[in-house]
């Protein structure tokens, strides 16, 4: 169920982080918010909760078991769905029906919270408090925070306060949909603080029996450890130079039994789900990844190279056109052609350097301090 991260005094400033799923980028930018706020005002209570919770199990497991048979099998029909004007506007009748349906849960919610201030970090949360604020006429503020660098059309409604928004050509298109222009701030995508200071790298090393003086490729499948990692990796296994694999496989034990049983010649670390991406980022020479959001930002906040395989037609195939057009990241077309792309950056330090330099310049470290100060200043009455 839904988790409290601390009950609040009467006095004290009470923030709702609303995402959806666990082991989730959307999960990780309420985190962040949440610790950043915490950083601030220590004595602010902090409620973060699943939305998903809150809706029926039978719609909660539809949903989740048809987006990821599409994205696994036919990714053509997601690419067809999202963002869809067509099919956005003919479901858009049924979202107010669930939204209608699901309001009597909220309400419990926010009667028991009693927030100063709402940030959702996904896009169905915030569509519901943003229906449920018109219907019931809430008065709370309610924040977008977007974790893509490309905005959906599930996330235009009038009656959210405040768009956080990656990057100043997302804001162009908040703004090109008529939302007023004060309402959108670019803040980034917020990741963990703890990005924003390097760690120990020889400790990280020495812990994974790691050589710092060869390359060193991070391979990450996202939370859910989507893509061709075994694939990939038995590619990678065949570089000439004397590479080292760390392999991320996040909730996928499947593609980690596998890593774990296999002989190769290079160096290959197998991990499941991880809480020390930003040390295994600060070791890293190359990582190699599906392009989500809260990965690419971290990526760039850590001034990692980054190559891009797969990405998931909708917000990823969005994520990576933007960091493809600044210079910041290479795609790879397929599992099978990665390894002639990690052996070109390798073979190429001008260009390693010059992706380094581009992602530090794109990079937004403090987004979620910067995203924590302003929801402190709204439940203390700010304007929006």
Known sequence: MAQAAEMSPPSGRRILLMHITPASGHHRASCAIACALHQLDPS?????????????????????????SLIQHQPDIWEYLYDNPAVHSRIQRL????????????RRVLDHVQPHAIACTQAYPCGMVAD????????VPLVGVLTDYAPHLY???????????????????????????????????????????PTERE??????????????????GGG??????????????????????????????????????????????????????????DVATLLISKPGGLTTSEALAKRLPLIMVNPIPGQEAYNAQFLLSQGAAVQAASAETTRQTVRDLLDNPERLE??????????????AVDIARMLLGLSNGDAP
């Open 95 to 106: 979202r107010t029906l669930l939204h209608r349906y699901h309001s009597g849960k909220l």
């Open 224 to 281: 859910s450890g989507f893509g061709p990692l075994r694939e990939i990796v038995a590619g990678l296994d065949l570089l000439p130079h004397p590479c080292q694999l760390v392999v991320v496989t996040g909730t996928n034990r499947t593609a980690l039994r596998h890593l774990q049983h296999t002989t190769y010649r290079h160096r290959v670390v197998p991990l499941g789900y991880v809480d020390n991406m930003a040390a295994l980022m």
């Open 203 to 220: 400790t990280t090393a020495r812990a994974l029996g790691l050589d710092l003086t060869r390359p060193i490729l991070l391979i990450a």
């Open 155 to 197: 996330w235009f409604h009038d009656t959210v306060d405040v768009y956080c928004v990656p990057s100043e050509k997302v804001r162009q298109r908040f703004l090109m949909h008529g939302v007023p222009e004060q309402k959108v701030r670019v803040q980034g995508i917020p990741i963990d603080p703890g990005f924003a200071a």
């Open 354 to 367: 010059m992706m380094r330099r581009r992602a530090g310049e794109l990079s937004r470290p403090s987004a």
């Open 132 to 139: 449920f604020k018109k219907s019931a006429g809430l008065l």
């Open 44 to 68: 602010a209570a902090v409620t973060s909760l699943d939305a998903s919770e809150y809706t029926s199990r039978p719609v909660r497991w539809a949903v989740a078991q048809t987006y990821r």
